[in-house]
């Protein structure tokens, strides 16, 4: 069992306004970043900022020509492509025939190593990882998605190192919106990116992806591939509803289709939310998501057998904290109260000029959560 990925950390504590809540500055490779410990079990969130607070580096966005130039490709534990994930690889094979299993075929199993088992003999450790990240595509998330774009890699190196048996990953990327640029036939809200377009974005065919799918793998290059989807642009529906593309990505919505063989029941979820809005009940702009943070919550793990356990939340978004909102329409309270239900959260501010710190502490998140995921 690899040593704990907290114990590389400091964590500077104190409590926060409101009941329940400590916040702490962790410490870590000479970065610093926000961390919310709810009393009760934590979520992620990965909220994208508004006008407001410190901007990230936009270089690699030309706002004269509304495009943006190639994406870095050379980050990677290995450029041979041959250890670790597969990081920076880009083999195109696929896993098989007619995509690999979903929740959505009846007959699906995870193989189970009997070998790795916990101190009452229950199976332990995921095999297997499956990751939402939910964009916001309004005019105010241009250069929030280019440091989400920047950020991610240090995710993936942190994991190759950390967990370098699970080799089997689903990487998707939705919008806040019913994304009109995408292909012909899964331009509904939920529907995985595979084609960008409008004011900002990569305006480009990122998919199908390596072996034909709708979401990427390790076969991909990920640098690339991930640098074309989530460079969604700014021409998205201002009436973000960020909850209700989480679950139309992760449930049966466009399961036949679209979304064909994305989320597994026997896989751990992470899902990242990148927005700048309320959603959900009180919405002063009165159009976000359905529902509430516990039908959020209860509907979202009923994809992997009702256990919050097998997700991990991340929400970067204006905490309140580090980045206070700038006005009522960018009160996130309904998502923070939605990331109180889990386990395995990690909240990060939005007005943040780098947000490398947050995907390593998402990554520490992921590793304990796949150290301790029963597959029974």
């Not at 450790?125 to 929030?144: M, N, Y």
Request: a negative charge; charged letters at 20%; one cysteine or more.
């Amino acid at each position: 069992m690899p040593q704990n990925p907290a114990m590389r950390r400091t964590l500077r504590c104190s409590l926060a306004s409101g009941a329940g809540r400590r916040v702490c500055l962790a410490t870590r490779n000479g970065g610093t970043v926000m961390r919310t410990l709810w009393l009760r079990l934590p979520l992620i969130l990965f909220g994208c900022g508004g006008g407001s607070g410190t901007q990230p580096n936009t270089t690699s966005v030309d706002p004269t020509s509304g495009g943006a130039q190639p994406v870095d490709s050379s980050w990677g534990p290995d450029p041979s492509g041959t250890t670790g994930m597969g990081i920076g690889t880009s083999s195109g094979s696929s896993s098989s025939e007619g995509g690999p299993p979903s929740i959505f075929d009846v007959n699906m199993s995870l193989d189970v190593n009997s070998d790795e088992t916990g101190e009452t003999g229950e199976p332990r450790g995921c095999e297997a990882i499956d990751f939402v990240f939910v964009v916001d595509d309004s005019s105010s998330l241009l250069t929030l998605q280019q440091a989400m774009i920047d950020a991610v890699p240090a995710l993936f190196e942190a994991l190759a190192t950390d967990l370098p048996a699970v080799t089997d990953m689903h990487i998707g990327v939705v919008t806040t919106d019913a994304y009109v640029y995408n292909d012909v036939g899964c331009s509904s809200l939920g529907a995985l990116v595979t084609r960008t377009g409008g004011v900002f974005s990569s305006n480009g065919v990122c998919g199908p992806y390596a072996g034909g799918f709708n979401f990427m793998t390790l076969d991909d290059d990920l640098a690339t591939a991930f640098g074309c989807a989530a460079l969604v642009g700014t021409s998205g529906d201002p009436y973000e509803r960020p909850m209700a593309a989480m679950l139309a990505a992760t449930d049966e919505t466009h399961a036949a289709v679209c979304n064909e063989g994305f989320i597994r029941e026997q896989a751990l979820g992470v899902v990242v939310v990148v927005t700048d809005e309320w959603d959900g009940p009180g919405d002063p702009e009165g159009d976000g998501s359905p529902g509430t943070p516990e039908s959020w919550l209860a509907d979202l793990v009923a994809t992997k057998g009702d256990d919050e356990t097998r997700f991990v939340v991340g929400l970067v978004v204006h905490d309140g904290i580090v980045c206070g909102p700038p006005d009522v329409y960018s009160d996130p309270v309904r998502m923070l109260e939605f990331a109180e239900g889990f386990t395995h959260s990690v909240i990060g501010g939005i007005c943040l000029e780098d947000y490398t710190p947050f995907v390593e502490d998402l990554a520490d998140e992921v590793v304990a959560a796949c150290n301790a995921f029963d597959r029974r």
